[in-house]
């Protein structure tokens, strides 16, 4: 009887070990592939929108420039001009949004979706 116990104790001590083994793989191989962080840097003209971050937080263009916002996050985001001027409504993951400046001036935006997070906000001076 003991050495069936033993045996049992040994069999369920391997099991937990397996099961451990291919859990902390499982979570690594998770954290990897949700990783928020974009890979490159945004074109010309064009504005990322990440995880608590704009990309650039500020940019120069000249008048009748067209710049595109791209939602680079997992969640949603906006690029609303605190005047009204333009307002993306609801960018998903992987959509763009884009605009064409025609006034000169300097134009503030925001994450409407993330408003009290200071960094996901810019500007944009148009020459």
Known sequence: MNDLFSR??????DAMKRFTT???ISCSLLCITCSK?????PGENEIWLEYKLFQPSQLIVKSGTT???TNKDNAN????????LFDSGKIS??????????????FSFYCKYHS???AEQGYITVQ
Do not use: C
Request: positive net charge; aromatic residues 16%; glycine residues 10%.
């Open 77 to 84: 985001h906006s690029a609303t001009n605190i005047n009204g």
């Open 93 to 106: 993951s992987g959509q763009s949004y884009s605009f064409t400046f025609t006034k000169t001036g300097s």
């Open 22 to 24: 291919l859990f902390v």
């Open 116 to 118: 009290s997070v200071t």
């Open 8 to 13: 049992f104790i040994v069999y369920k001590s």
């Open 67 to 69: 710049v595109t916002f």
């Open 37 to 41: 962080k974009p890979k490159g840097s």
